[in-house]
């Protein structure tokens, strides 16, 4: 009954926090303080659930690395012109009535060469979401349309750090999974073209090529060689270099262009690699060119060392084994699916990461898969189909938090327009509903 009310009153002040525009970090450090409660209540010495605060939090580290690379690449990509670059080309090659339609396509394609949704989002997504700020686009639909590209590579990617992860918590083979995935991601990613193509008529860019065109060749030097940082990402992705080295050339690539293109100091540039790029408040894009920097990442760096400290009270205190009796309820393979789903809601919550979520609803259902005799295969596909893209639609997850920060955008206005990411998890309850039905009309 505590580990119950320790949820409900932990979710609800997140809810709070989120409804009143309370930075998350607060309530998740309340969150941590009642679930410390509860193990003291249980038993656990406080110097046991520090440690176990402490191991869990460490895991964030590895984390915390994507996170420097992301807010410099932001910060240094402005700097060398690649973000006005393709903001400019994007202007003169993109129809703007399909603008949405290309916001979701694109950052699918390039998170299916990076296997990483936040570098996708680090990277083309902020230059898509300049075009839509300076386009006079709803930034809910666009954020929306780019975050569900994002994770459309990064569910599976071979590159995808979440799909090798899952193939080796399930121990299955990462390739036969890709299969499934893409076998199953068919029927949702045409709906989201269908849904994203609609918005795309309501919501085209509105400015005139000339005057954006124009301000943006005014305070940068356009070429093809500030194109090289995103070159040179697409080129590795290719060849299979690993992202965080691919991002590592970028970002000095791109300083060196900001350095001899775009004739910054270096003493600018590392400004602009701590702090996040800026023009001068006279200049027409203040407002539209600017963000990115390591120290922009810092809420979410807090985020998620505090979620994996509180992961790690939960694994040390194995509190969440008492939810196995009410997952074994499950009578047929649709039911099964759904308290997947709903298991891979409550642990992206409170795990407020996604591997989080992966580690923990693996470790609750596999014991009820293999009870219902249901192979390997079934279960990393179906983590794969809540787990991952779900985390992404929960504000206060990393999934989510940190592309609506990179973008600058708001944490929960784009979850109505993220079709692909709930779509899908809902197109496979209907299959598996269906097919149940099916059998049952066979056996009768």
Partial sequence: MDMITGLLVTFSILLFSIHKGIFVGIPLVIGLGIFTFIAWK?????????????????????????????????????????????????????????????????????????????GTVGTVGAALIVMAKGGNVDLNIAAGAIIAGAYFGDRCSPMSSSANLVANLTETNLFTNIRNMVSSSVIPFLLSIMLYTAFSFTQPLRFTGSSIAGELLTSFQINWVVLLPAIVIVVFSVCKVNVKSSMLVSIFLAAMVSAFIQHHSMLEIMNYLLFGFYLLPANPLYAIMKGGGILSMWPAALVVYISCSLAGIFEGTNMLSSVDKVLARARTRAELFAYTAAVSIVTAAFGCNQSMAIVLTNQLMTSTYQQKNINKDALALDLENTGIVLSALIPWNIAAFVPTTTMDVSPVGFIPYAFYLYLLPLACLIRLKLAGNEKEKASA
Wanted: aromatic share 16%; proline share 3%; net charge positive.
């Fill in 42 to 118: 249980r038993g656990f010495s406080l110097k046991a659930i520090w440690w176990m605060s402490f191991r869990g939090g460490k895991k964030a580290f590895v984390v915390l690395k994507i996170f420097i690379l992301i807010g410099a690449i932001t910060a240094v990509w402005m700097a060398a012109g690649t973000v006005p670059a393709i903001v400019y080309y994007g202007i003169q090659l993109l129809n703007p009535s399909y603008f949405i339609l290309y916001a979701f396509l694109i950052s699918s394609l390039v998170s299916s060469l990076l296997g990483t949704s936040l």
